[in-house]
């Protein structure tokens, strides 16, 4: 019998989630066990943009993300979604590390189309650019697509009992959803607010079953032994000067990756958090976070300091991405005067 999710479906609610390893075999994160029970789809008929995604946790020796492997569909004698349906899948790093996939950053993705729908096959969309981790890090992988009419779209394993011992706990599956209405066209979900679709991004247990039953969908990672990134920060120490109040300077800081894998940027870290205060970071040449710093390659970043105090200011600011924590550190300083350049 084919499971469907239907525009009634309940938000999402807050969760007690379980977070563990789910690495189970040799470059490969899976939580299906192979063979799909059911396959999901969206009624009635319309025009729909669906969300369908796994969270992952990184494990040690596997942190770089190549493909992402997804089936498609429910049985072969049903009404699947067409082989050549485009589609686009993503990797999205969890930013507050919370389990949620509401407004969470895309580090990668990939297109393709559909393959092999109504069938218990994988396939492979390769990343633009493989995504690199820290073991431990959760992670989000999964499809948006565009499609028409009420087909079974996404394959989903209900029983996981044919290949994976312990099978992974509850609430490692998520899906979100728009429509058309009469008066309003569809709008494709955006992968970085998943939180802000028609149906918001919700856990499968909830938004398909109520929360009496769970899911995994078919959607598998491949994965590899990465090089490492070797972030240079140049200056480390930026002294910003003696600025009057009410006038500003401006200081340009390098970052370069002399190592043999992607140094992902995922945020600046303020130490004391200076959000109200004289400094700010512009993204001159890198853009803003997340971006990539691909091996043997550099981009700048800008800061600004404007005093509304005179006295010393000092933050330190802390580079967080693929790399150990506190290891990618710059200071910023300034003094805040009246007349710093003196009287006429």
Known sequence: ???????????????????????????????????KESGIGLQPANDYSL????????????????????????????????????????????????????????????TGVVANSGSNALTSYALTQPATFQPGDIIFAGVIITYSGNPQVASIDTDGIDGINPYPPADHSFIASNWATSSVPLSPI?????????????????????????????????????????????PTAIDMGDIDMGTSSLATINLANVGTATWQVLLYVPMPDPTSGPFELLPGTCGLPPFQVSPGTSCDIEATFAPVRHGSHVVSVEIAGNTPPGTVMFTLKGIGSIFASGFE
């Open 1 to 35: 019998m084919c499971a469907t999710a239907t525009r009634s479906t309940r938000l999402l609610t807050p969760l007690l989630l379980a977070l563990c390893g789910s690495a189970s075999a040799i470059d490969e994160y899976r939580l299906d066990d192979g063979v």
């Open 51 to 110: 969300a369908w995604l796994n969270r992952f946790v990184i494990q040690s020796g596997h942190e770089t993300i190549h493909a992402v492997n997804v089936a498609f569909g429910g049985s072969l004698a049903g009404t699947n979604i067409p082989n050549g349906t485009p589609l686009t899948v993503y990797v999205w790093y969890d930013a507050n590390q919370d389990g949620a996939p509401d407004h969470d950053p895309v580090i990668a993705s990939g």
């Open 190 to 234: 955006d992968p970085a607010h998943l939180a802000w679709a028609q149906n918001p991004v919700n856990t499968v247990r909830n938004a398909l079953y109520g929360g009496n039953a769970d899911g995994n969908w078919m959607i598998r990672l491949n994965a590899s032994t990465p090089g490492a990134p070797l972030p240079v920060v140049t």
